[in-house]
């Protein structure tokens, strides 16, 4: 059974960081792309970063331009989004999601990934 588990969410203050994590588990993971994306409430998801299944090319949302930093380990089947400098308007469930070979002009569309972490929950306070 193909599965994603987000971890590393939290609490933190403005101007702090931290570290998600995304271990999946039932596929050969260095040929899944990763995407993760957010969603505030009452807003839909979008997306906030992705790596390339090669681990090649990475993609950033304008938002997360040099504040996040996305990796990908694929001897330990994880993937992980740094983020620095977070702020109220990142608070939000973080999603890792995975798509076999995706291309890499699909891979800031959430609509191409058919497997998807239940998410993990980012709070900045003010």
């Known amino acids: 059974q193909v599965q994603l588990a987000e971890s590393g969410g939290g609490l933190v203050q403005t101007g702090g960081s931290l570290r998600l994590s995304c271990a999946a588990s039932?596929?050969?993971?260095?040929?899944?792309?990763i995407g993760w994306f957010r969603q505030a409430p009452g807003k839909e998801r979008e997306f906030a970063a992705a790596i390339g299944w090669s681990g090649r090319r990475t993609y950033y949302a304008d938002s997360a331009k040099d504040r996040f930093t996305i990796s990908r380990d694929n001897a330990k089947n994880t993937a992980s989004l740094q983020m620095t400098n977070l702020t109220p308007e990142d608070t939000a469930v973080y999603y890792c999601?995975?798509?076999?070979?995706?291309?890499?002009?699909?891979?800031?569309?959430?609509?191409?990934?058919?497997?998807w972490g239940q998410g993990t929950q980012v709070t900045v306070s003010s």
């Open positions: 039932g596929l050969t993971f260095s040929n899944y792309a």
């Open positions: 999601a995975a798509d076999f070979r995706l291309s890499d002009y699909k891979l800031v569309q959430k609509g191409w990934y058919h497997v």
